[in-house]
């Protein structure tokens, strides 16, 4: 550019010199120096239009350690198609940068049986215009699938037309490390089941027979002196009573731990057989309810936990609610499995209850937690002194 400025001038000079006798001396000092000023700005502007250029390049450099090699996947879509996309996410889906050229699906990419997954959190984008996340398995190249945690956003790219950013990270290990807890906590719970069989069936051969024949024998002892002493007798008597009470209790804890009728008559004939059982024997009224189950296969094990969840409930109704009636609510509605646990007693301080019962260690609503955790469901609990309460639970199938 300097040169052509040069060269512009020197045509001027020329054209000066063929009509110097038409230019004043003071005239051609003038052009001269107008020339000369105008020269150096031009040169000034080429200087920084450098500088400007290596601050680009250095702009373009670190876009590409920011964008192209992040540790997650980026990829902007426009009507579904994949029109831009970063060298992590081509890494992770095994493709190269020219394969996303022609402007492929994202669904593509997306296990055909996860692809609702991906469908419904688009849906969720439109409707409430925040951003969604989901997890999913997504498919390499080499038809090899692994498992993404998938960030989606709508937002606008630099011309204005409405794209999608997504993000994804390969979530696969701590996804196998997931599973591996969860067959180990399914293990830990069949062998607990198993354990309390075993007690239940010590329970109830041994230790209540046990009991049996003393009340038996106090209660000979009772009957066949005929001058016992008064206050002996009473003694005798307020013994018996005890014996029977524990008895009672023991036959009652042996039929809890052994799941009383799930195995002869299934899930909900055995809940509506223990909510009868447990309304004659308390002073709470339970009502068992449900809908939609009977569309559902539910395995042996998914049976024990709601089976528990629902007996749990119960004994928190019947030691601490101080209610009159209850409502157990099962309720089959894919992809979910709804519980709602319903009574008009007393009522709690929800926070304050699970501030107490981590100082405590007390089981009741945490071991409740735990096992809703250990099938990854969700519980909720609503609450207020007087009012009553209500735990809602909900299982993925």
């Known amino acids: 550019m300097g040169g052509e400025i040069l060269i512009i001038s020197d045509k001027h000079i020329t054209r000066m010199d063929e009509n110097q006798e038409l230019l004043s001396h003071e005239e051609t000092r003038r052009v001269l120096h107008e020339l000369r000023v105008y020269q150096t700005e031009l040169e000034v502007q080429n200087v920084e239009l450098r500088?400007?250029?290596?601050?680009?390049?250095?702009?373009?450099?670190?876009?590409?350690?920011?964008?192209?090699?992040?540790?997650?996947?980026?990829?902007?879509?426009?009507?579904?198609?994949?029109?831009?996309?970063?060298?992590?996410?081509?890494?992770?889906?095994?493709?190269?940068?020219?394969?996303?050229?022609?402007?492929?699906?994202f669904s593509r990419f997306i296990l055909e049986e996860d692809q609702c997954i991906y469908y419904r959190s688009i849906e969720q984008l439109s409707t409430a215009g925040e951003q969604q996340a989901c997890e999913l398995r997504m498919v390499r190249e080499d038809k090899t699938s692994f498992w993404v945690r998938l960030e989606i956003v709508a937002t606008q790219d630099a011309d204005g037309k409405r794209v999608r950013r997504v993000?994804?990270?390969?979530?696969?290990?701590r996804k196998n490390a997931d599973e591996k807890i969860h067959a180990l906590s399914q293990s830990l719970m069949q062998a607990q089941e198993k354990e309390?069989?075993?007690?239940?069936?010590?329970?109830?051969?041994?230790?209540?027979?046990?009991?049996?024949?003393?009340?038996?024998?106090?209660?000979?002892?009772?009957?066949?002196?005929?001058?016992?002493f008064p206050d002996l007798r009473e003694k005798l008597t307020a013994s018996s009573r005890l014996i029977l009470q524990t008895i009672v209790a023991v036959r009652s804890l042996a039929y809890d731990l052994r799941l009383p009728g799930l195995e002869e008559f299934g899930l909900l004939k055995a809940l509506e057989i223990y909510c009868e059982e447990a309304s004659e024997k308390g002073n709470v009224k339970f009502d068992f309810q449900s809908s939609g189950m009977f569309a559902i296969d539910l395995d042996r094990n998914m049976e024990i936990h709601?089976?528990?969840?629902?007996?749990e409930g119960m004994n928190n109704i019947l030691k601490h609610a101080e209610s009159d009636s209850a409502t157990i609510l099962l309720?089959?509605?894919?992809?979910?499995?709804?519980?709602?646990?319903?009574?008009?007693?007393?009522?709690?301080?929800?926070?304050a209850q699970e501030l107490l019962s981590a100082a405590t260690k007390r089981m009741g609503i945490r071991g409740m937690q735990e096992r809703v955790n250990m099938i990854h469901g969700s519980m909720a609990i609503k609450s207020q002194p007087m009012k009553g309460t209500q735990i809602s639970i909900k299982i993925p199938l």
């Open 51 to 105: 500088m400007a250029q290596v601050h680009l390049d250095t702009a373009r450099a670190r876009y590409f350690d920011l964008y192209d090699l992040a540790p997650v996947g980026y990829c902007t879509l426009s009507k579904g198609l994949v029109v831009e996309a970063n060298l992590t996410a081509a890494t992770l889906l095994g493709a190269t940068r020219s394969a996303f050229s022609r402007q492929p699906p």
């Open 306 to 311: 709601i089976y528990r969840l629902i007996q």
């Open 196 to 228: 309390r069989y075993l007690i239940s069936c010590e329970l109830h051969d041994s230790i209540a027979q046990n009991l049996s024949a003393l009340k038996i024998n106090n209660d000979l002892i009772y009957n066949d002196i005929p001058m016992i």
């Open 167 to 173: 993000v994804f990270s390969d979530i696969t290990e």
């Open 331 to 351: 309720l089959g509605s894919s992809p979910n499995i709804i519980l709602h646990i319903r009574d008009n007693g007393r009522g709690f301080d929800v926070k």
